[in-house]
């Protein structure tokens, strides 16, 4: 992804960081930043990188030149203007990409109510890393892809499950889930229908949302809480 | 009719009172208690013993919106003092809670037109201010 044109609402450690590396890596971008001490601040690093302003303000995003923008990112500290800049940049200007910054996870419902995706919440992140270092559901979302209807999920395949001692082809999966690695003693392989799944075997489905409860009875079995 | 008002700033509280006092249901959200003093002021009496509703709260709070009563809702005023607010608010209630009319107060005139294309009925009091300027002007020179 070489030569995007960039802009990014709010230059607080976020936005900062992420146009550093963006332009290290020969991207264009504009900053925005509506606070004029912070401004002044970024600018003497990012310089004609940081434009001085209000992104929720249209003449603002235009005179940053949202028209020809690949992609708008919007990382303010506040949720209401970031779902707002991302509404007018995907509505009004018509830009390809967004990707937008929650910053209560409990504004997230809002963002996709009103088809603000990716949104992006770093308390979401951090609670499923903790989750990935400590499955202690059983289960772990590895990726959602809201828009395609898939989604990837990690289960650790417990002593008690159906699918323990199976063959792959034995197991009773619902339509719509597909076994595609097993994780055993450290090293990953992608399955054939012969293979026997093990109990302490790590094993990635891919599944079509809304059949992670089937999936779970199968490979963690009833004690199981079954939710990521 | 059960009107909601969010934001009971000198705007909210005196087109709730107003309603209140034309005989409708009428439920107040503000963050701020103060709020709630302004509407006993403004209508003579105490708010709730006139039969008004108020909850204190956010506007981006569903909890809030649920109890002050939006799904019941029949008219919905978005009048606290953020545009973005306003906007945000005023489209939840618009497609989540599918209130059949819902009004934003928006002070930004270009994002007022913008957001009323998109069907959402915008009130621009500076668009308003601007024309009125512009017409008193105009005439003085005439």
Same mark, same amino acid.
């Given at each position: 992804?070489?030569?995007?044109?960039?802009?990014?609402?709010?230059?607080?450690? $976020?936005?900062?960081?992420?146009?550093?590396?963006?332009?290290? @890596?020969? &991207?264009?971008?504009? #900053?925005? /930043?509506?606070?004029?001490?912070?401004?002044?601040?970024?600018?003497?690093?990012?310089? &004609?990188?940081?434009?001085?302003?209000? !992104?929720?303000?249209?003449?603002? +995003?235009?005179?940053?030149?949202?028209?020809?923008?690949?992609?708008? $990112?919007?990382?303010?500290?506040?949720?209401? =203007?970031?779902?707002?800049?991302?509404?007018?940049? @995907?509505? @009004?200007?018509?830009?390809?990409?967004?990707?937008?910054?929650?910053?209560?996870?409990?504004?997230?419902? &809002?963002?996709?109510?009103? %088809?603000?995706?990716?949104?992006?919440?770093?308390?979401?992140?951090?609670?499923?890393?903790?989750?990935?270092?400590?499955?202690?559901? %059983?289960? #772990? &979302?590895?990726?959602?892809?809201?828009?395609?209807?898939?989604?990837?999920?990690?289960?650790?395949?417990?002593?008690?499950?159906?699918?323990?001692?199976?063959?792959?082809?034995?197991? *009773?999966?619902?339509?719509?889930?597909?076994?595609? *690695?097993?994780?055993?003693?450290?090293?990953?392989?992608?399955?054939?229908?012969?293979?026997?799944?093990?109990?302490?075997? /790590?094993?990635?489905? #891919?599944?079509?949302?809304? +059949?992670?409860?089937?999936?779970?009875?199968?490979?963690?079995?009833?004690? !199981?809480? %079954?939710?990521? | 009719?059960?009107?909601?008002?969010?934001?009971?700033?000198?705007?909210?509280?005196?087109?709730?009172?107003?309603?209140?006092?034309?005989?409708?249901? $009428?439920?107040?959200? =503000?963050? =701020?208690?103060? *709020?709630?003093?302004?509407?006993?002021?403004?209508? %003579?009496?105490?708010?709730?013993? !006139?039969?008004?509703?108020?909850?204190?709260?956010?506007?981006?709070?569903?909890?809030?919106?649920?109890?002050?009563?939006?799904?019941?809702?029949?008219?919905?005023?978005?009048?606290?003092?953020? =545009?973005?607010?306003?906007?945000?608010?005023?489209?939840?209630?618009?497609?989540?809670?599918?209130?059949?009319?819902?009004?934003?107060?928006?002070?930004?005139?270009?994002?007022?037109?913008?957001?009323?294309?998109?069907?959402?009925?915008?009130?621009?009091?500076?668009?308003?201010?601007?024309?009125?300027? /512009?017409?008193?002007?105009?005439?003085?020179?005439?």
């Amino acid at each position: 992804m070489a030569g995007l044109y960039v802009i990014i609402a709010g230059a607080g450690k $976020v936005g900062w960081n992420l146009a550093r590396e963006l332009l290290e @890596k020969g &991207h264009e971008v504009t #900053v925005l /930043e509506q606070d004029r001490r912070r401004y002044l601040t970024v600018e003497q690093e990012l310089e &004609h990188a940081v434009q001085y302003g209000d !992104a929720t303000e249209l003449w603002v +995003l235009e005179r940053a030149g949202i028209q020809r923008a690949d992609l708008v $990112v919007a990382v303010t500290g506040d949720d209401e =203007d970031n779902l707002l800049i991302c509404q007018v940049a @995907k509505e @009004k200007y018509l830009c390809e990409r967004i990707i937008a910054r929650v910053n209560n996870p409990r504004n997230l419902e &809002h963002f996709k109510l009103l %088809g603000i995706q990716p949104a992006v919440s770093a308390t979401d992140l951090i609670l499923r890393l903790i989750e990935h270092e400590v499955p202690r559901y %059983g289960l #772990v &979302h590895l990726l959602d892809l809201p828009e395609e209807r898939l989604e990837i999920i990690e289960l650790v395949v417990s002593d008690e499950a159906p699918a323990a001692g199976s063959p792959i082809a034995e197991i *009773s999966l619902p339509e719509g889930a597909l076994i595609i *690695s097993v994780l055993r003693d450290g090293s990953g392989f992608v399955p054939t229908a012969d293979t026997v799944v093990e109990a302490g075997d /790590e094993v990635l489905v #891919v599944l079509d949302p809304g +059949l992670e409860e089937d999936i779970t009875a199968q490979f963690v079995g009833d004690s !199981a809480d %079954g939710r990521g | 009719m059960f009107v909601l008002v969010v934001g009971a700033g000198r705007v909210g509280s005196s087109v709730a009172t107003t309603a209140l006092r034309a005989g409708h249901t $009428v439920s107040v959200i =503000d963050e =701020d208690p103060l *709020s709630h003093e302004r509407l006993d002021v403004e209508l %003579g009496k105490g708010w709730e013993e !006139a039969g008004g509703r108020f909850t204190i709260g956010t506007a981006l709070e569903m909890d809030a919106l649920v109890e002050a009563g939006i799904e019941q809702a029949q008219v919905f005023i978005a009048s606290t003092n953020g =545009d973005n607010t306003n906007l945000v608010v005023s489209q939840i209630a618009q497609r989540r809670f599918e209130v059949p009319r819902v009004i934003a107060r928006v002070l930004d005139p270009r994002r007022a037109a913008w957001y009323r294309e998109q069907g959402l009925q915008t009130i621009c009091p500076t668009q308003i201010a601007i024309d009125q300027l /512009e017409r008193a002007a105009l005439a003085e020179s005439g």
